[in-house]
């Protein structure tokens, strides 16, 4: 059994990446992945303080509920990820959780020495966001950001989901097939982790 950790990163209740993510959680879910899910915006998570507590062992010495998550994002075989874009990169929520996880930065690079630059991945990352607006460059800074998030975490950006014209509350609902896109690739996305694509 591969498992799977969702985090919506959308500080809305039901936002357009918090419906798509719902979607990919359904799907991986009837591929028989087990997933757990994580609302950013119900949790208490200071920012990074740049202490570094964390260069002992690798764990982050802030007393919050990034704890928990931590422990939830070694143990996960993948990670879904879902944020809107704020400024051309992730909301505040999501990029508190990145920043926090300097800790595991500090563990694979400093603690456990990997060189950097290794790229034999052994874990698997879903981006999905979305914007209001439609430029070409509406996600560069974004997937930068989350590329390296992942390297951190040890894992390959497997593949991105990426929404453009999605300004209000709902207006994913406009567009069945983009959160029958998210369903597909939720359930593609537990056969990458198993390596068994039974289509
Ligand atoms: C603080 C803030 C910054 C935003 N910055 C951008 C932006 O740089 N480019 C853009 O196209 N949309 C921007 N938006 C619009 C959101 O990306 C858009 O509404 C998105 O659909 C929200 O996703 P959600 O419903 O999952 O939160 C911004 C919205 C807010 C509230």
């Excluded at 690798?58 to 704020?86: E, H, N, T, W």
């Excluded at 500090?106 to 020495?113: C, S």
């Excluded at 990352?125 to 975490?153: C, M």
Aim: aromatic share 12%; glycine share 8%; charged share 25%.
């Amino acid at each position: 059994m591969k498992n799977i950790l969702a985090i919506y990163g959308s500080p809305r209740r039901k936002g357009n990446t918090t419906l798509l993510l719902k979607r990919a959680v359904e799907g991986a879910r009837e591929a028989g992945a087990d997933v757990e899910e994580i609302v950013l915006r119900v949790l208490t998570m200071s920012p990074c303080l740049e202490i570094y507590g964390c260069k002992e062992t690798g764990r982050c010495a802030i007393k919050d509920d990034f704890q928990a998550v931590y422990d939830q994002l070694l143990a996960c075989d993948g990670l879904m990820l879902a944020s809107p874009i704020f400024f051309y990169t992730v909301s505040a929520h999501t990029k508190i959780l990145m920043d926090r996880c300097q800790s595991l930065w500090v563990k694979r690079y400093w603690l456990e020495k990997t060189p950097f630059g290794k790229k034999e991945f052994k874990r698997k990352g879903l981006f999905i966001s979305a914007g209001a607006t439609r430029g070409k460059k509406l996600f560069d800074g974004a997937l930068l950001t989350v590329r390296y998030f992942f390297d951190a975490l040890d894992m390959e950006l497997w593949n991105s989901l990426l929404y453009r014209g999605l300004d209000f509350e709902g207006d994913v609902l406009k567009h069945p097939e983009y959160l029958e896109e998210a369903h597909a690739t939720g359930r593609r996305f537990f056969h990458a982790l198993t390596g068994h694509d039974p289509t």
